[in-house]
């Protein structure tokens, strides 16, 4: 779509050519949300794509990768044989209700920036204890972990002008076993459920995380495979009803049912 408000797009090689922020900016991306409707509020796009930023770094600690990493990038990486949790990036890639256009163009980092519940970017990075650099503009860069970076539909824990610079996913997460579930209402359709759980080859540090059925991602933690009981009964304590997200992809009874049903598949599998 044409973009009838902008009025100029800067492409910087590094960040110092950007003087401070204002109202009207915003950082471009793969550009997939930003030019799919009208941005009244927006003058001035400030284009990543110049700033070259490797796309993924494989570092002695784990993953990086790099926020202008293209979603199709990530899907196309293959890692050491002991990252078994690695195919889980090719499960979420297909989870977004994206052409094969979206798919080419939209980054991760615009995918977790965009903040939606079904931000499946945010579902991977969430599930393998992903950890994100944030740069202010000004000050010195932060890190969230990625459980906590999402606040709500569309709503985050960044600063006016603040950017997402990369995620860092570590060995440990990578090395673990996992389960995943996904439901949508149709077929490649926008995802009313996503579900990860995560353990260690032994059973340990068992993860499940809840995301698209919750406005936000919530994440159980157990020293090992917790019973039914044990996880039914948690769920049930930190999301009642009204916790879930109620949208045209279902409503908030029909997600709270899919998280008991994906849940308990995944616990089971897991055990
Ligand atoms: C047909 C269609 C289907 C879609 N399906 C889905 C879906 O299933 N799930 C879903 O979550 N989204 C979906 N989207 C929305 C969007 O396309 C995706 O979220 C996509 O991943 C956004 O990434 P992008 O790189 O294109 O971001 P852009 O459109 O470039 O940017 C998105 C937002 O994030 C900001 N931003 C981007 N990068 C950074 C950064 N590094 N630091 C700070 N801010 C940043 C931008 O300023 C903008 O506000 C869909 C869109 C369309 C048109």
Known sequence: MNLGTISEVLRPRTLDQ????????????GGTW?????????DTLIDLDGLCWPALTVTEAGLEIAATCRIAELDDLTGPQEWSALPLKGD??????????????ATVGGNICMSLPAGAMISLTTALEGVYTLWPREGEPREVA??????????????????????????????KRYVFRQ????????????????????????????TAATPRPIQFVYDTVPTHAELRGDITRR???????????GSARYKQHLTYYFSEQIRMELS
């Open 18 to 29: 950007i003087d401070g922020w204002r109202d009207g900016y915003a950082w471009l991306a």
């Open 34 to 42: 930003l030019f799919s409707e009208p941005q009244v509020d927006r």
């Open 92 to 105: 979420c890639a297909r989870s977004l209700l994206a052409s094969f256009k979206i798919w080419n163009a």
């Open 146 to 175: 990625a459980v906590d970076f999402v606040t709500g539909d569309h709503a985050n824990v960044l600063a006016p002008g603040e950017l997402l610079r990369s995620i860092t996913i570590p060995n440990a997460a990578l090395a």
């Open 183 to 210: 439901q949508s209402l149709v077929k490649h359709g926008r995802s009313a459920a996503l579900i990860i759980g995560t353990c260690g080859q032994d059973g340990s540090d068992f993860r499940l995380t809840v």
């Open 239 to 249: 999301l009642s009803e009204e916790d879930y997200f109620h949208d045209v992809n």
